[in-house]
């Protein structure tokens, strides 16, 4: 099935950076053309929170994240298989990718029980007890219908000892090749996922064990899980040369504005992170200017938009002020505009990212972020 | 100031209808035209509840309605001033009409004294001690800077005795010619405001206090506080006459769908109500075939729109097997796109009804929909 994916997944890379391993291409999907580096928006319940579709598309987002282990939860996929697909049901007709479940299972869930068999688990809705195996998971995602789609990985906690990495590594690796001979369509690309932690070594096992399975694309699990961004940067300056040149290169929920440039640097093409959306619900902003905690008393009077230099929906039309009295009321429009601002924020970062590898000028617009945001170390 | 106001706020009368006394009519303000009959969605805190500006421009919408007490709590009405005043606060650019906050004073605040002078009460926000009087209420206004605003007035509830339901009859006349000598800006047009409960006497008496002060527009206040649609209608029938032909007139916080109906039918031009973002937080849309309480078990695999003649941003794109599912998750998205559809909903009843009253067509429209939604008695 390999071949075919490729040919249906077309990935080009148009431009590499001379100084920093940055790079830029063209992914091609069933469901249009992905231009990378991308960050996806995450609707985990097939809805980016508070943002339709609509508006989404008209900030420039081409991807978009759901999370299968909701999904099977509610409304099942069965439901959405029925309704046909997960782009028809959450009205999204551009490209999708769907996680494996795995993550949430151990961290969201109460998982139960491990073996190389199949992953034992409470729901965190209604307590009832389920599996979840590297066969079904493919079977879910195959019914959710995303383009791209993610083999069952485990994923140990950053400081989990050595050996329980290593067993993760081995595991992780057999489950790929459970997930590739369950695939049945082949308009969805599989990705597998490397594991191993920070560590080097691990890190190659974890290469070594999935490389041979030719997965049209590849992930980087086991970061953002605790450790400090100077170590997740330390494992990627190793961990992205692993990897094919001409596969897409996703880097599983990360992350910040400074931790999407660190990672660009270092050859990274795909990102996901409910930072934007969670933030802002927080009364946070993005802004060229650095952060912005709206509720703070010094907006109370201040007519200026959130950020001068964007043209997104809530910077065109209100104030400062405005957006935090929206916030002090505990009105929904507030998360609302803050959300699609956000996100305004984390696309405008993704196109000038990629104008930059296009130029060579990744250092200089890391230094000018950090310079200008204060959002990172 | 009465010449003034009635050059600004010209209202024509395009067409009446011949069974019935529905009339249809342009109303100018300083922000644009408002073609009546016309439904004004409620921003109570200068926001309507989820739905951006634009949005509610898209859907028709041509005039909204803020809370007076709320802003006057929070932001104030100096901050809302010192940003340019209510249009420029809240992103839209159309025409307003604020409250006086009488009515909120009597019911959502804690309501201690109340004399001809001026009425005491407690904040509902923090408990603070305030007073309003019919000039500060005209001062508020004016800082906040909508295009029609209200006179203060006494509103009872609908079970007061009938000394007392007379005493507010007076006191609000009283109120009216402070509110009328109160006011300094010559671009809005005040609306004297009703009062006399249920009781026809008492709505003659308040007719006959109020029009030799000449208001540029007459709002009917003291209905829908808790009396029955039966009695509000019949109420409707002898107050309704008693008001100038030539100006609009405004029956305050009216409703349900059936109730504009029977109002238009009885000359009325303007309404506002909460009901349709209400009702959609609370996962209730109104639709072509009655009332769809989205949460049902039975929509769980309805493919269908919400309802299929409706060309609002949640009937075109989504289920109801996905707005159920929104709402089962708790996602902000199911309130947002409800709001969406009910406000749309809303409008397109008003734009029914101006063509029905053209085409002498009320009564049958009212026929049509008592058959087709039942919503209303």
Chains 1, 2 share one sequence.
Not at 253 to 279: K, N, Q, W
Request: proline share 6%; charged share 25%; net charge negative.
């Amino acid at each position: 099935m390999g071949d075919r994916e490729l040919r249906e997944f077309g990935f080009e890379l148009e431009a590499r950076e001379g100084e920093t391993s940055g790079r830029a291409g063209r992914w091609v999907t069933p469901h249009g053309v992905v231009e990378t580096p991308a960050f996806m928006p995450v609707g985990t319940r097939a809805s980016v929170k508070g943002v339709q579709p609509e508006e989404l598309r008209r900030l420039g987002a081409q991807m978009v994240l759901a999370n299968t282990y909701h999904l099977a939860l509610r409304p099942g996929a069965e439901v959405i298989a029925d309704l046909g697909g997960l782009h028809s049901f959450m009205g999204w007709d551009g490209p999708i990718l769907t996680d494996s479940g795995g993550f949430q299972v151990f961290s969201l869930a109460d998982c139960r029980d491990i073996d190389d068999e199949r992953v034992v688990f409470r729901s965190h809705i209604d307590g009832s007890l389920l599996e979840l195996t590297p066969e079904r998971t493919v079977e879910i995602q195959e019914q959710l219908g995303a383009d791209c789609i993610m083999c069952l990985d485990e994923c140990p906690p950053h400081d989990a000892p050595a050996e329980a990495l290593r067993a993760a590594v081995d595991r992780t690796t057999k489950w790929a090749a459970r997930c590739r001979d369950a695939q049945r369509r082949g308009d969805q690309a599989l990705f597998g996922i490397l594991q191993g932690g920070t560590d080097a070594s691990l890190r190659e096992r974890s290469a070594e064990g999935l490389l041979p399975l030719d997965f049209p694309g590849y992930a980087i699990g086991g970061l953002s899980v605790g450790e400090s961004p100077e170590l997740m940067y330390r494992t990627l300056d190793f961990t992205v040369p692993m990897l094919p040149e001409d596969r897409p290169r996703y880097l599983m929920g990360v992350g910040r504005p400074i931790d999407i440039i660190e990672a660009v640097s270092r050859g990274v093409d795909l990102f996901d992170c409910v930072m934007p959306t969670r933030h802002a619900r927080n009364a946070t902003a993005f802004t060229s200017g650095g952060v912005v905690k709206i509720r703070n008393a010094r907006y109370q009077r201040d007519d200026a938009p959130l950020d001068s230099g964007c043209d997104c929906a809530a910077c065109g039309r209100f104030s400062r002020a405005y957006l935090r009295h929206l916030f002090v009321c505990g009105e929904m429009l507030g998360p609302i505009l803050l959300s699609v601002h956000n996100l305004a924020y984390y696309q405008r970062l993704m196109r000038d990212l990629r104008a930059a590898v296009k130029s060579n000028g990744l250092r200089e617009f890391r230094l000018g972020h950090l310079a200008g945001s204060g959002d990172g170390p």
